[in-house]
Structures are given as C-alpha cells and as structure tokens.
Nanobody, 121 residues
C-alpha cells in the first residue's frame, strides 16, 4: 500500500508562483511513474504533468496548457514529486491531485487527497 501526502497548495494572484509537493510512502514508488492531475469545478480531472521512473528513463510530459510555465521533478531518495507552477493564471484554479502509477506488473495506481490551488486577484 502506498500513501501520498500532498502539501503546498494555497491562494496566489495571477502571475504568481506556487510549489506543491507529494511525499509517497513505500519502496515500490521508485519503480512508478509519478504525476499531477487537476480538477476544476464542473470539469473532469485532467493531466497536468508526469515524470517517469528512473528505470523508464525519467522523462517528463506536460499538458499543452502548462508547458513553459510548470515544471515537474522528483526526488527519488525522498519518494517525493514536486510541481513548480509559475506565471499562474485564473484558469489554473483547481484541486491538484498527486498520482503514483505503474502499468507493468506489479500494477498499481494510487491517488493523493488533493490540494487546492486558487489563482485570483
């Protein structure tokens, strides 16, 4: 079982920055892809960014809407994934969820409880 603890959400004005973190328990996290998704009111949950495991090359993937503004990274020694969000826009307002997933055997898919990010003047 993997537990995810998110932190770092909050409120910021447009153009500001926030960093959210997600600390994961369990050694199997090292073989998992880690990522961030978000869900705004009345909308479906959507991908924000992912970072692959080391054994998969550690590559990153971003939604078009955040490319050039957000940066995802992971600290494998701490089993932690970060999302640095710059140049925030009101449309970035959502609950941000951490995800740890492995599609190959052993398969697993875990979600954090979510952290609110609000961008408003």
């Amino acid at each position: 079982q993997v537990q995810l603890v998110e932190s770092g959400g909050g409120s910021v004005q447009p153009g500001g920055s926030l960093r959210v973190s997600c600390a994961a328990s369990g050694s199997i996290v090292s073989i998992a892809d880690m990522g961030w998704y978000r869900q705004a009111p009345g909308r479906e949950r959507e991908l924000v960014a992912t970072v692959a495991s080391i054994i998969s090359g550690g590559g990153t993937n971003y939604a078009d809407s955040v490319k050039g503004r957000f940066a995802i990274s992971r600290d494998n020694a701490k089993n932690t994934v970060y999302l640095q969000m710059n140049s925030l826009k009101p449309e970035d307002t959502a609950v941000y969820y951490c995800n740890v997933r492995r599609l190959a055997n052993p398969r697993f898919d875990y979600w954090g409880q979510g952290t609110q990010v609000t961008v408003s003047s």
